[in-house]
């Protein structure tokens, strides 16, 4: 739509433009800013969630933020404060799917603190559990920890250590996610938890302590992952 100064200015009316940003949403960008409205601002957000970061504030709704919201969690970001409701909050952090390794895509970093409530914030861990990171501390607890390591073991590394119970490291094994046990406090790193480990995912052999590396702890791993096998190769050789 960088082009669309190549189009006469007589034919550039409204409804050229209103056409344009259904189309494609980067035609906003071009729009007169006499021409601009909630109507063609709309038209762009129900063409691309993410035209809502460019829409003037002024033009800004409720159903606009509403339907960008539930096309795209992560565009809470750019909701205005007075459309930023719990109700709004809720749907976005129990919708959000994708993850992207920079935490861009963790909804609830996105919701007011004041609006961090301990039902939302579990609501947000059960469909998301990297967002453990952006729960307020004070609102984190065992019941949350659990939840959060049984979808993914590995997160076991952003629960305190002083918070990192037996049961809780045992769960977070049973999720079979991997990763784990070089999460899990020394005092608890005995020979039955670490063949358990192993046991359920091979590739824990990598954090057994050397001294405990028995026969059987080494075949425990291998049944379980042959890539095991590699690992120890590395370990004792």
Request: net charge negative; charged share 25%; hydrophobic share 40%.
């Amino acid at each position: 739509f960088s082009n669309a100064k190549l189009v006469p200015e007589e034919l550039r009316t409204y409804q050229f433009w209103l056409w344009a940003c259904r189309s494609d949403s980067r035609a906003l960008s071009f729009v007169p800013t006499d021409m601009v409205d909630e109507a063609l601002c709309m038209a762009a957000v129900e063409s691309s969630p993410e035209a809502l970061q460019f829409v003037p504030p002024e033009h800004v709704n409720e159903a606009m933020c509403r339907r960008a919201v539930a096309t795209m969690p992560e565009m809470l970001a750019y909701v205005p404060e007075q459309f930023c409701t719990l109700e709004l909050c809720l749907e976005a952090v129990t919708s959000g799917r994708v993850y992207r390794s920079d935490g861009t895509s963790l909804v609830l970093r996105y919701v007011p603190e004041h609006l961090r409530t301990k039902g939302l914030c579990m609501a947000a861990v059960l469909n998301q559990p990297e967002s453990i990171q952006f729960v307020p501390e004070e609102l984190r607890d065992q019941a949350m920890y659990e939840k959060v390591v049984l979808i993914s073991g590995y997160l076991l590394a952003m629960v305190p250590e002083k918070e990192r119970t037996e049961d809780l490291c045992i769960t977070a094994v049973l999720s079979r996610t991997g990763g784990v046990l070089k999460h899990v406090p020394d005092r608890l790193k005995t020979p039955s938890f670490c063949r358990m480990s192993c046991r359920y995912d091979g590739g824990e052999i990598k954090y057994v302590p050397k001294s405990m590396l028995t026969p059987e702890f080494c075949e425990a791993a291998v049944q379980a992952d042959w890539h095991a096998l590699e690992w120890l190769t590395n370990i004792l050789f």
